[in-house]
């Protein structure tokens, strides 16, 4: 027989208790933003901590936080020049409101058909789960009594909440998650028909901005067109935003921005995108965007500034004939890979000082540091390797998309110093973050299958070098 006889073999005859133990672990209802669930989000890291020892993991240990626990697993090839590879999860999932709208109650985990409903199922609990499978099947196949190579987890219980204490973890850990190459198994991909692996995140910078110009408000037939109104004084400013071709009109926005490549587009446009598809998604009619590129270049590729939100005056019923004191507005920037997010907020705050004009205070405050843009060339050996396992798994080629949202990849690979690839096996009908969160089995298993054979390739003479 060949090895992916043998791992289908595996998989296949070990698929019922993978899905009995991942029924498990979703009826722990780990919701990290629920102050009142942080027992709940305990007993999830201590289950799956107690599963990867099941698994046969020599390490494994719950690392407290200042939040939510993280789990950390490691199992050492026994060879010790081997490639070290840190897997990167999280164990927390979204609150379920509006509850009313589950056809099955979101923490009593059900199949239907192929499908397995639950929240968690496929962000992230199905996605973590499949890799103690994976290791178990590429042990079997290979018949070694470790792994090719050096294994680390790392399964976060803050994810859902915005990762707020992930750096510090990785930091303060970063001798015991010293690795060359971080695998991501939090996104989705294309559709479960077509399989593809994510290259790239778009990073994040938000801000509030507020423009005051009265000490109060005061009555618009006393005061009208003799002082400025802070609220029509933003409008104008933001109207600035971008240009005639939608581009965003802040100086020096544009100067780190990596341009997509000849192959990017080719291979973004092999993809079976229906753009009435996914306006109708999008509950919107007509795309639009910066001139020159596709709807999917537009959203994974190139750099956004989106007005989020805008306040200020009267709001209530009826007419008050005032002039607001204060308005604000909140703005969030897409970034793209290079650029930084601190030269992107020290962008905003100039372009904002040199636009206000007398008789207005602004102030400019930004949401944290802002979230750094990753994104692996397609060239890279990792990302082959990648490649390679899954259309081993799948038996078809394997496109590339990125990821227009962001996510805590660049913690890891900016505190470890690692390229970051991605495996993932959810599909974005999968209601993740919605009523009626779901996964496709047998993608769970399929991922399973993906990753044994990846941790073959990256142990090959070719598989980082």
């Known amino acids: 027989m060949t090895v992916e006889a043998d791992v289908r073999a595996f998989i296949q005859a070990n698929g019922d208790a993978f899905f009995a133990d991942l029924a498990e672990w979703l009826a722990i209802p780990s919701i990290s933003i629920d102050p009142d669930r942080a027992g709940d989000v305990r007993r999830s890291a201590d289950w799956i901590a107690g599963a990867l020892r099941r698994a046969g993991f020599p390490t494994v240990e719950v690392w407290p936080t ?73 042990l079997a196949a290979t018949g070694r009594s470790a ?8 399964i976060e219980g803050e994810e859902e909440a915005g990762s707020p204490n992930l750096d510090s973890l990785v930091r303060g850990h970063a001798d015991r998650l010293a690795c060359d190459v971080v695998v991501n198994s939090d996104a989705s991909m294309w559709s479960k028909d077509v399989p593809t692996t994510c290259t790239g995140m778009r990073g994040i910078v938000g801000a509030r901005i507020v423009f005051r110009g009265p000490s109060s408000d005061v009555h618009s037939g006393s005061f009208g067109g003799a002082v400025r109104n802070p609220l029509t004084e933003l409008c104008r400013v933001l109207a600035r935003l971008h240009d005639d071709r939608a581009r965003v009109a802040i100086p020096g926005f544009y100067d780190r921005v990596a341009e997509i490549t000849e192959a990017e587009r080719d291979l973004f446009g092999r993809l079976p995108f229906d753009e009435r598809e996914w306006l109708a998604k999008a509950r919107s009619r007509v795309a639009y965007g910066e001139q020159g590129y596709t709807t999917l270049e537009r959203v994974w590729a190139r750099p956004t500034a989106e007005l989020n939100g805008i306040w200020g005056g009267h709001r209530g019923p009826g007419l008050n004939t005032i002039i607001p004191g204060e308005a604000g507005a909140t703005v969030t ?20 000082e040199d636009l206000t004009p007398p008789g207005i205070e602004a102030q400019v405050e930004f949401y944290a540091d802002g979230v750094r843009p990753i994104l692996t060339p397609l060239g890279h050996p990792a990302l082959g390797a990648v490649t390679r396992a899954l259309e081993r798994a799948f038996d078809r080629e394997v496109l590339y998309t990125r990821e227009g949202g962001s996510g805590p990849s660049a913690v890891l690979r900016d505190a470890l110093g690692a390229p970051v690839v991605f495996v993932v096996m959810t599909v974005p009908d999968d209601a993740y973050h919605g009523p009626n969160e779901k996964v496709e089995m047998p993608l769970l298993l399929k991922g399973a299958e993906a990753v044994a054979y990846l941790w073959d390739e990256l142990a090959s003479p070719g598989g980082l070098r």
Do not use: C, N
């Not at 792994?147 to 790392?154: E, Q, R, S, T």
């Open 147 to 154: 792994p090719a190579i050096h294994l680390k987890l790392l």
């Open 333 to 352: 920037f897409r970034l793209v890979a290079h650029q930084e997010p601190l030269e992107i907020q020290h962008a905003v705050r100039r372009w904002v």
């Open 66 to 138: 200042a939040g939510h626990p993280a789990v950390f697993a490691e199992w050492p090839a026994a060879e010790p020049d081997a490639t070290t590879v840190l897997v990167y999860g999280h164990h927390d999932v979204q609150p379920v409101d509006p509850v009313e709208l589950w056809d099955t109650p979101p923490f009593e985990p059900t199949v239907r058909g192929e499908r397995l409903y639950a929240r968690g199922a496929s962000d992230d609990k199905g996605q973590m789960l499949f890799h103690a499978l994976a290791v178990r099947a590429h």
